[in-house]
C-alpha cells in the first residue's frame, strides 16, 4: 500500500510542476492575488471628497469646515455658491457630501440656540456614506461641545464649568479598527480555497482526458488509495500556499498572528480534508475540465457568500444560517482570525476543528464510494 501511494504521489507532484504554467499558478499566483485583494479589499474611508455651500460666509461657519478639513478624514474639492452646483456635483459623482451651511449660522450659535447645517452624501454606495456620516458626527460632536464650553467659560467663569462625560472605548484584537486586519485573512482562506478546490478538481478529469483512467483502473490499486494518492499532493501544495500567503499578509500588510503557528496548520490540514475531498467528488461526476471548472466555482461563489467574509452571518434570514453549518468556510474562517488577531488556541477553537473534522470525513468517504461505484 504505501508503495503504492509514494508512487501516486511522485507522479502527481511531476504531473502538476512540470509544466511552467501550473507552477506559475500554484506558486506565484496566489501571493499575487493576496497583494491585488489586500489592497482592494478594505472599508476603511480615508478621504471623503467634500463640497461646501457656505451660506454664511462667517468665522464660525469657516472653522466647522477647517475642523472637517483637520480631522484627516475629508478633503474639501471646491466652494459652491448654488444649490444647483451641489446638486450636479453629487449627480456626476464628483464628489461624497456637500456641506450646506445655512444663513445666520454664526447668529444662532452666539444666540445659544441651534444652529442649521446640513450634510448631503451620496448614498448609493451605504457603506462608504455610512462610515462619512460617523466621521461628521465625530467632528461636529466636538465643534459644538467646544462652542457649549468657550459660550460657558464667558459666563460663568471656567471654575464653574461642568466636566463633561467620557466615554473611553477600547477595541480589543484589533485597537486601531483597520478593516484590511480583518479582512486579509478571509482573503488568505478565499485563496487556498480556490486553489485546493480547482487543483483538485482537475485531477481525476485530467487522467480521463489523457486517457490514462483505464490504465490506472487495471492496477491493484484500491479506491481508498488512489483518492489518497491524488489529494495528498495537492494538500502539500495547498500547505505551500497557506505559508506563502501567510508570510506576504504578516510580512508585506504588517498582520499581526498572536496565536500559535501549529494550531493555523492545523485548521488548515482539517480544512483541506474537505475541499480537496469536494474537488475530487466534482472531478468524478465531470467528463471534461470546463466541467470541473464551472462546478468548482458552482460550489465557491456560495461558500464564500455564505461563509461570514463579507456578510455577517447574524444578519442573514434563520434558515440560511442553519444552511450555513454545512459551510466548511465558515469554520475556518474562525479559525484564520483567531489564531491571527485574538490570539486563541485549541481550548476556544476545538468546536470549529471537530466541524471541519466531520465534513472532512464525510466529504472524502462520499468520495471513495462514488469512486467505488464508478468502477462496479
Known sequence: MFQRLQHMLIKECIQALRDPRMRLMILVVPVVQLLVFGYAVTTDVRRVVLAVQDLDGSQTSRELVSRLVASGYFDVLELMATEAQARAALDRGRVLAVLRVYPDFEAQVQAGRTAAAQLLLDGSDANTAGIAISYANRVVRQFSQDLRQARFQRQAGPARFPSPVEVQVRAWFNPNLESRNYYVPGVMATIVTLMSLILTAMAVVREKELGTIEQILVTPITPAEFILGKTLPFALISLLDVLLVTGVGVGWFGIP????????????????????????LISTVSHTQQQALMTSFFFFMPAMTLSGFMFPIANMPEPIQWLTLLNPMRYFLVIIRGVFLKGVGLQVLWPQMLALLGLGCFTLALTVWRFRKRLA
Open 257 to 280: 498572528i498572536r496565536g500559535n503557528l501549529l494550531v493555523l496548520l492545523l485548521g488548515v490540514a482539517l480544512f483541506l480534508m474537505t475541499t480537496l475531498g469536494v474537488g475530487l
